[in-house]
């Protein structure tokens, strides 16, 4: 009796070489073909294990309300139940296309009751204007040492700022600070004559933020033992200036969606008439 252990293997070739003459071999369907040359793969679906805390916090939002932004506010922080002091964010998706020059966002705001955390300057300076920084509470201050620092990836600060003569010398590490978002701009306020006055701004609660590729911005306007007040100005400050900085390519309405959400908590969704209009203590509120 002859031996037809290879049958198996030379069932593919010849329905691939009658196929491709139009010609089929008779009693041989793509079926057959497929149990010996596709192996059966079993589809498993992952579970997503959801903690009692996230359940209980997520009943607490209504997801299909628009909360008015006093109202979000208190509701974010009753949802800021983890064991450190969360931040309090703002995620907003605007209507831009980033990719053109004209519609994209990068600017800086001052936070009129700051952003609760302590930020570490570094200052490209020489002369009177490196003994101003430092006078300003600038934590670093240097020139061709700093600069070499930063060549060598020693980043031990968030954010950089540098008088006009040393840029120049920053072209090179253009690599280096450029996808860290360290790299000093007239726009965000980092490259300044005054070196000593940015120091001090962005210490007082000055940040930058932009449009990142979706359109989308991110911004942190404080922590969530501030008081309601103070979370309520940071928040109109930061609104005002998004409006205030809108893009000239921007077609129609600027926004599309916003929510707040502290840094483990949900997303609570702002309706966006009342944020365009929120202005709690007029006089109060200053935005960069």
Request: glycine residues 8%.
């Amino acid at each position: 009796m002859r031996d037809l252990s290879c049958v198996s293997r030379v069932l593919p070739v010849l329905m691939f070489a009658s196929l491709t003459r139009g010609y089929l071999i008779p009693n041989l369907s793509l079926r057959h073909v497929s149990q010996h040359t596709e192996p059966r793969h079993q589809q498993v679906v992952a579970k997503v294990k959801v903690s009692a805390r996230k359940v209980a916090l997520d009943e607490q939002v209504d997801q299909e309300k628009l909360y008015e932004p006093a109202e979000a506010i208190a509701l974010m922080k009753a949802c800021a139940t983890a064991k450190f002091v969360e931040t309090a964010e703002l995620h907003g998706n605007l209507n831009l296309d980033p990719k053109y020059n004209d519609q994209q966002i990068r600017t800086t705001v001052a936070l009129p009751f700051g952003t609760g955390k302590s930020v570490r300057v570094a200052v490209l300076a020489e002369g009177p204007a490196a003994e101003a920084a430092a006078a300003a509470g600038a934590d670093i201050v240097g020139m061709a040492d700093l600069i070499e620092d930063i060549s060598a990836g020693k980043l031990d600060f968030e954010v950089l700022v540098a008088t006009p003569p040393a840029m120049p010398k920053l072209a090179k590490l253009g690599k280096v600070l450029g996808p860290k978002g360290l790299m000093p701009s007239p726009k965000a306020g980092t490259v300044s004559p005054d070196p000593a006055a940015a120091v001090k701004e962005f210490k007082a609660g000055k940040i930058e933020f932009r449009t990142d590729k979706q359109g989308i911005v991110h911004l942190p306007f404080g922590k969530v033992d501030f008081t309601d007040e103070a979370l309520q100005g940071n928040l109109a400050a930061v609104s005002q200036c998004i409006e205030k900085n809108r893009p000239t390519g921007c077609k129609g309405k600027l926004w599309i969606s916003a929510v707040l959400a502290s840094s483990q908590g949900p997303a609570i969704k702002l309706d966006l008439s009342a944020l365009k209009a929120f202005n709690p203590g007029a006089g109060e509120v200053a935005a960069a």
